[in-house]
C-alpha cells in the first residue's frame, strides 16, 4: 500500500474544508461591509484569498452560495446550539444580542433572505423540540395545547427577530433587549409554574 496515497486523502479532505470555511467567512464579511445586493464573486475570492474559479467550482451561483452560507452562519454566531435550562439561556442571550449589535448586516440577511428563512426551517423541528425540552426542565409536565403555546413564545423571544424588533421600534441595544427578552421568559416561566403543570398522579 503506498502509505503517501492514503495520507494525502485525508489533507485534501482538510484543505477542502478549509477552502470552504475561507470562502463562508469572507462572505460574512463582505455582507457586513457591502450587503446582500453588492455581493459578488470576485469580491468573495479577493476576500477568501482564493481564485474565483475556486469560489464558483465550490458554489456554482449565487443562489447555491448563499443555500451553504446560511446553513453555516449561526456557527459564526455561536448560535447552533440552544440552552437546557433557563440559567443557561439567560446567560447567553445578551451576549447573543450583544453579538448581533457587532454584525447586524449579516444578522438583517439572515433574517431577510429567502435562503436564510430556508436555512432556518431545515432546522425548526430540533429548535422546537430544544424548546419543548427547556420547558420541561424548568416546569416540568405541561400539557398541550399549552406547552407548545409557551415554547413558540419562548423561542420567538430568544431569537433575532426579537432583537431587532426591539432595536427598530425602542431603540435598544443589545445588552438592554437581552435583558428584556430575559425577563419576559422568566415571567412566562413563572407563570407556567404556577398556572399550567399538568396535575400530578
Known amino acids: 500500500m503506498d502509505i503517501s496515497t492514503t495520507s494525502a486523502v485525508p489533507l485534501r479532505d482538510r484543505n477542502k474544508t478549509k477552502t470552504r470555511e475561507a470562502i463562508m467567512a469572507a462572505v460574512a464579511r463582505r455582507l457586513e461591509n457591502d450587503g446582500l445586493a453588492q455581493l459578488s464573486f470576485t469580491e468573495i475570492a479577493r476576500e477568501a484569498d482564493v481564485g474565483e474559479s475556486t469560489v464558483y467550482r465550490y458554489y456554482p451561483n449565487k443562489e447555491v452560495l448563499l443555500e451553504a452560507f446560511w446553513d453555516w452562519a449561526p456557527q459564526a454566531i455561536q448560535r447552533d446550539s440552544y440552552p437546557q435550562n433557563f440559567h443557561e439561556l439567560e446567560s447567553r442571550l445578551s451576549a447573543d444580542f450583544v453579538r448581533f449589535d457587532q454584525r447586524e448586516p449579516l444578522i438583517r440577511g439572515m433574517l431577510a433572505s429567502p435562503q436564510g428563512r430556508s436555512a432556518r426551517m431545515h432546522t425548526a423541528a430540533a429548535r422546537q423540540q430544544a424548546f419543548r425540552q427547556l420547558v420541561a426542565n424548568e416546569v416540568g409536565d405541561v400539557p398541550d395545547p399549552d406547552r407548545d403555546r409557551l415554547c413558540a413564545a419562548i423561542q420567538l423571544l430568544y431569537s433575532a427577530t426579537t432583537w431587532a424588533t426591539f432595536k427598530d421600534y425602542w431603540n435598544m441595544d443589545g445588552a438592554e433587549a437581552g435583558k428584556a427578552a430575559s425577563a419576559a421568559i422568566a ?12 396535575p400530578q398522579d
Open 187 to 198: 415571567g412566562l416561566l413563572d407563570h407556567a409554574r404556577r398556572t399550567l403543570r399538568a
